[in-house]
């Protein structure tokens, strides 16, 4: 069993900032690509960002310049630091992780979504 667990989501102004976290527990052997995507109501859920682990990164053109993705790989965390928020960002934001257990495969995993609104 893996289970990814997000912290950081709340209200903000327009302009603000917010940090999410999402970290990863269970049988893990190792974590490889780990992403955020978001979903408002009546909406897909879209990538929002990616992150190798070896570092690598790619962005929405949305969200370039204004949100930045990080890993923490000893802590099995990934993070997103939001500026410059806009209400168009309101969405519940989800974390993905892809994990090789310790039982051998891989699988993704999702986590269980955190609210966040920006107020106009």
């Known amino acids: 069993q893996v289970q990814l667990v997000e912290f950081g989501g709340g209200l903000v102004q327009t302009g603000g900032s917010l940090r999410l976290s999402c970290a990863a527990s269970?049988?893990?052997?190792?974590?490889?690509?780990m992403a955020w995507y978001r979903q408002a109501p009546g909406k897909q859920r879209d990538l929002v960002a990616t992150i190798t682990s070896a570092g690598s990164t790619n962005y929405a053109a949305s969200v370039k310049g204004r949100f930045t993705i990080s890993r923490d790989n000893a802590k099995n965390t990934v993070y997103l630091q939001m500026n410059g928020l806009k209400p168009e960002d309101t969405a519940v934001y989800y974390c993905?992780?892809?994990?090789?257990?310790?039982?051998?495969?891989?699988?993704?995993?999702w986590g269980q979504g955190t609210q966040v609104t920006v107020s106009s």
């Open positions: 269970g049988n893990i052997f190792s974590v490889r690509t």
């Open positions: 993905n992780a892809d994990v090789v257990t310790v039982v051998g495969g891989a699988s993704y995993y």
